[in-house]
């Protein structure tokens, strides 16, 4: 177990690490956060933390739609995670979960007028789906939030009451994960990550406008996609139905990595196995996210100095 969280500008003992049951953010969902992964090279002997930049970024994306202010610079925040990670001698891959938060003690459901903080925590963490096989997949009977119901530029605590419903009806009716519709029925995302399917040689992916959370991995598929695997990317919507007859489809994200799917709502994706671009990415990925492709090698921030 780590032994150090940070809270209200300290590292402070994980154990201590505790906010109030008048917290607005645990009353409202007035809360916004980041899932961002750190691996372990055992050839480098060092934990690298993939695109901390780029997820702080978001955060603070997130912090002005929720009119938050983190108080710390996206290159503090990167800091801030790097000592942690240190303090906590974690030398195997972690999860780190950065939030910013309402933490006043109140009640009144509103976001003006109110104070902010940063606090971060981090976690060993293995596989969230499993990447050994495909997954079989269903449509989910909800539908995601929309833009203008609770927008998912903004990663907000509240939104993710939504991929509960989802995630749970997928596991109830026996799949191992959802895709969900926007409310016009078209393709949006998974219940916590992106999409992409492969049609005619081509990775195809919702365009950012369909209600999805703009993902850091689905931006590192697309570039490994063209300048690694030189395969051609094309943002558009995607039908339902197109998803029964894609070669391919794989769904990205810090938890989910790049895990393969093989069905959707009973139909066999291609040939039903794990497909050869989706193969390739998942390998070229765990390279690139333990600072094994030089060129990407800025993606990754090492935690040991
Ligand atoms: C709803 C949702 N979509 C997509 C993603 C993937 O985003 P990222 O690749 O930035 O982790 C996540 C990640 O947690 C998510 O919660």
Request: aromatic share 10%; charged share 25%; net charge negative.
């Amino acid at each position: 177990m780590p032994k150090y969280a940070y809270l209200q500008g300290e590292f402070i003992p994980l154990e201590d690490a505790n906010v109030s049951i008048m917290t607005h953010a645990f009353l409202y969902g007035t809360a916004v956060f980041e899932g961002i992964r750190a691996y372990w090279s055992d050839k480098d002997n060092q934990l690298y933390i993939f695109r901390a930049k780029e997820h702080y970024e978001r955060l603070a994306n997130s912090c002005r739609i929720m009119r938050m202010d983190p108080g710390h610079t996206v290159e503090e925040m990167t800091e801030i995670t790097r000592v942690l990670l240190e303090k906590n001698e974690m030398k195997g891959n972690a999860y780190i979960r950065p939030m910013v938060y309402k933490c006043n003690h109140q009640v009144g459901v509103k976001l003006s007028g109110l104070d902010d903080d940063f606090l971060l925590f981090a976690t060993e963490m293995g596989d969230y789906l499993d990447l050994s096989k495909g997954l079989r997949c269903k449509v989910s009977s909800w539908r995601h939030v929309s833009d203008n119901a609770i927008p998912m530029r903004c990663k907000c605590s509240g939104a993710y009451a939504n991929a509960a419903l989802i995630k749970t009806e997928a596991l109830d009716d026996g799949y191992d994960e959802a895709i969900v519709l926007t409310d016009d029925g078209h393709v949006s995302e998974g219940s916590a990550e992106n999409i992409f399917i492969v049609r005619g040689g081509k990775l195809v992916t919702p365009p950012e406008t369909d209600d999805l959370l703009p993902g850091i991995t689905r931006d590192t598929v697309m570039v490994l996609a063209e300048k690694v695997l030189n395969i051609p990317v094309e943002i558009r919507r995607i039908d339902r139905t197109e998803l029964y007859i894609a070669e391919e489809a794989f769904f990205c994200g810090t938890g989910a990595q790049i895990a393969p799917i093989t069905s959707v709502d009973n139909r066999p994706i291609g040939n039903g196995e794990v497909g050869p671009i989706s193969k390739k990415m998942q390998e070229i990925y765990f390279q690139v996210v333990r600072g094994q492709l030089k060129e990407f090698s800025h993606w990754c921030t090492p935690v040991f100095k």
